[in-house]
């Protein structure tokens, strides 16, 4: 019995430092970019040895995995239970409103991502599985049979979402007003933008 509270408690202090340390490295990944935070300023801020941080990561991609792995996954686990393709605006509407959601609840992990102005930073693996993302959130915001006036609202669409849920920095922001009181006035413009597509086919 006490070889396995032991045992449970060795995994919980485990768990618990890479947790602190993901927590650490999107810090200083957004406050210094991910190639300017070497391990050692990581290390450094936890007062970690290198082979410390080496016992929980192999290497800062492996962080940078951590980092983002749940964001990536829940977006895969969302396109895994869309069809093909969607048959009517509502379907699709809700489609994109769980998609935003997903971005919102794992907005640090989108800030990481977002923190660059390109991805050439990011490890093969990681910049196919979002090159794979992009392309099939956009198939999906597309319906059978749009003209290609529509086809290109889709893509305006989908581009105002990314700019309001991902690259938060650069927009431009109404004085006093909050965010969720934007995100509102958002959602009705592209639920409007939508139907409005739908309606001309």
Same mark, same amino acid.
């Given at each position: 019995?006490k070889?396995?509270q032991?045992?449970?408690?060795a995994?919980?202090e ?8 993901l #927590?650490? $490295?999107t ?16 290390? /450094? ?5 290198? /082979? ?26 969302? @396109? ?8 009517? /605006?509502?379907?699709?509407?809700e ?6 959601q &997903?971005? @919102?609840?794992h ?28 392309r099939?959130?956009? +198939? ?7 003209s290609?006036?529509d086809?290109?609202?889709a893509?305006? &669409?989908?581009?105002?979402?990314h700019? +309001? ?8 922001v &109404? ?16 639920? #409007?933008?939508?139907d409005?597509?739908? $309606?001309?086919?």
């Amino acid at each position: 019995m006490k070889t396995e509270q032991r045992s449970a408690k060795a995994s919980g202090e485990k768990q618990g430092s890479r947790e602190k340390i993901l #927590e650490v $490295a999107t810090d200083l990944f957004l406050e210094h970019g991910y190639a300017g935070t070497p391990l050692s300023a990581i290390a /450094a801020q936890l007062d970690f040895t290198k /082979a410390a941080l080496y016992y929980h990561f192999k290497s800062k991609a492996d962080i940078l995995s951590g980092i983002l792995s749940p964001l990536l996954d829940a977006i895969d686990d969302l @396109l895994e239970q869309a069809p093909e393709q969607f048959p009517d /605006a509502q379907r699709r509407w809700e489609f994109l409103y769980s998609y935003s959601q &997903v971005l @919102l609840s794992h907005s640090r992990a989108v800030a990481v991502l977002a923190s660059s102005s390109n991805n050439t930073w990011l490890p093969d693996e990681i910049k196919e599985r979002i090159e794979y993302h992009r392309r099939r959130t956009m +198939e999906l915001a597309m319906l059978p049979d749009m003209s290609d006036e529509d086809q290109v609202k889709a893509i305006l &669409v989908m581009d105002m979402l990314h700019r +309001e849920m991902v690259f938060t920095d650069d927009r431009m922001v &109404v004085p006093g007003m909050k965010s969720a009181r934007r995100r509102e006035i958002v959602y009705g413009f592209i639920r #409007e933008a939508l139907d409005g597509a739908a $309606a001309t086919r």
